[in-house]
């Protein structure tokens, strides 16, 4: 991932910094886990600050264009020996020129501001994470992070209505993700055209990422030509497109070019896949990726991220034997899966955590057994026989003790 131009450290409208506030807002013991959470937010700030610059530089591309035209058709009329009608006419035809450029600065800006809002509403989002309202706050996480799933997984409807429901649209990005979905539907479609205007729109970016996603798509669209025989557009195609590639991707030009001799139909492996239905797939995951890495998001929807990072500190082998605990969430098929990627979690000591007040058993709090077998600590036993007159009942079994009869466990 590309480094960021705006980092979750920046700036509030206040002026302090997120790190700043998050430190005024937590006690000193509870910042660090409040700090390290503000981390992971990066995608929330990066994303519409980058949607923002992309208009700003679309608005100022329109407003040379149109102003060159102008100054030119000014300079033109001033030197062509025009009756009073043509000049009349011709500037007329300026004014209107003007006319139109200037609705179009004025929808721009409107489009600026309420981007610039969106960025200014995350901000504040991002300032009100205090401590005394983490659950709310999380609460409100959970949710853009579910809606940033389902638009990665083409749930556009449903994303649309879980964040209108919980009134977060300012808060995820539904429009980023359905200028993507535009392409992504005509990829599938088999059509290059929608991409290659994308690519139009951001060459300059992709330049100095050195990315070949254009090039693929103008390689797609030759083997399209060469598919259906027209052998003769293809060559001028080449000529046309893929020609200016040729100084820096020479070998694959000349495995593309091959192609008119070998035809569709050929069974050369080398050639044979070049027209197989999944170059087409394989675009379109080009395309997310570089999408991706265009807006600064992470490559994995933030959902998977999430649930590997809880998931890294809990996979051991023991996990995929057959008799793992169903307590165990790695004993799902869904989340092995994801997990399968992930290192095992290294355990140089054992550590034993309570079932009941999930803490852990150390000397401190040192682990006892039931008569059943089952261990829990003793602070989680000692609070329960204080409530209940002596009695322990095992949450596991439901079977019912006296806590003289629980005996001190000792671990070598």
Not at 324 to 343: G, H, N, V, W
Request: glycine share 2%.
């Amino acid at each position: 991932m590309s480094s960021s131009p705006m980092e979750v450290d920046a700036q509030l409208p206040n002026g302090n910094s997120i790190a700043a506030v998050a430190a005024a807002a937590a006690p000193p013991s509870k910042f660090g886990k409040l700090a390290e959470s503000l981390k992971l937010e990066h995608q929330l700030l990066r994303v519409p600050f980058e949607h923002y610059k992309k208009t700003i530089r679309s608005n100022h591309r329109s407003v040379e264009k149109e102003v060159s035209a102008v100054i030119s058709g000014v300079s033109d009329a001033a030197d062509s020996d025009l009756s009073r009608d043509e000049a009349v006419n011709q500037l007329s035809s300026l004014v209107s020129r003007l006319q139109g450029l200037k609705r179009k600065l004025e929808e721009g800006n409107r489009t600026e501001h309420l981007q610039a809002q969106k960025c200014r509403t995350r901000l504040e989002h991002l300032e009100c994470a205090e401590l005394e309202n983490m659950s709310e706050w999380n609460s409100t996480r959970l949710k853009r992070i579910l809606v940033d799933y389902m638009l990665r997984m083409s749930y556009y409807d449903t994303a649309v209505k879980l964040a209108e429901s919980s009134n977060i649209q300012d808060l995820v990005d539904i429009d980023v993700f359905l200028e993507a979905k535009k392409v992504i539907d005509a990829l599938q479609k088999k059509e290059v055209g929608p991409a290659l205007a994308w690519c139009a729109d951001n060459k300059s970016r992709l330049k100095k990422s050195k990315s070949k996603f254009e090039f693929q798509l103008r390689l797609q669209e030759f083997i399209e030509l060469v598919r259906a025989d027209n052998n003769m557009r293809a060559i001028s195609y080449a000529r046309k497109y893929l020609a200016p590639w040729g100084a820096t991707h020479m070998k694959e030009l000349q495995r593309v070019m091959a192609t008119l001799a070998f035809r569709s139909s050929t069974e050369c492996p080398l050639y044979k896949v070049l027209f197989e239905e999944k170059q087409w797939e394989f675009l379109a995951d080009q395309f997310k990726q570089e999408f991706c890495k265009l807006y600064g998001m992470t490559l994995e929807p933030l959902l998977n991220i999430y649930l590997q990072a809880g998931l890294s500190a809990l996979k051991t082998p023991f996990c995929y034997e057959d008799d793992c605990t169903k307590e165990d969430p790695l004993s799902q098929e869904a989340f092995r899966k994801l997990a399968q990627p992930l290192p095992y979690s290294k355990q140089h000591h054992s550590k034993l955590v309570c079932y009941i007040t999930k803490e852990l058993m150390d000397t401190e709090n040192p682990p006892l057994v039931l008569p059943n077998g089952y261990v829990y600590s003793t602070k989680a036993l000692e609070d329960m026989a204080k409530q209940n007159n002596g009695k322990i009942t095992c949450p596991r079994t439901g079977e019912v003790c006296d806590y003289t009869k629980v005996v001190k466990a000792y671990i070598s």
